[in-house]
């Protein structure tokens, strides 16, 4: 949440590809912000009101609210869940660490076919492929 001069309720998207709308001290979930002494309005993540909205309340500074799909600009409610920041970082660190592993294993048995197709062409090219022998002519 930071101080903003976008326009009062109108959504943006930051630069980390989060959509976040401007409110002031008087909008509804207002709570959730930590306001700085001097700022009248402020820019919070579209996805905590949005979430807030539709619990009824204000979130918790510990509640961190997830994208299922993780696409970050997909705020629809069916998109979103409450999570505790512990738990969040820990489902992160796990989806990142399984992805790779995926990805390192399917890397591995890509450059593995690439190599079998590059070593049956070599093959192949120096079977067919007719040798002249330097110094002969025809």
Known sequence: MEATKHKLGVPF????GYIQVSI?????YAGMVNW???????AVAEHRLIMAKHLGRC???????????????DNRVENLEVERKGEHTRMHNKGYQDGFNTGYR??????????VLISSVL???QNTVPVQKSGARK
């Open 24 to 28: 002031d001290r008087n909008h509804p």
């Open 59 to 73: 979130l918790e500074c510990w509640e961190v609210v997830h994208h299922k799909n993780g696409i970050k600009d």
């Open 13 to 16: 998207k930051d630069r980390l």
């Open 106 to 115: 399917e890397g591995l048995f890509k450059a593995s076919v690439i190599l």
């Open 123 to 125: 093959l192949t090219s």
């Open 36 to 42: 700085r002494e001097r700022s009248n309005q402020v």
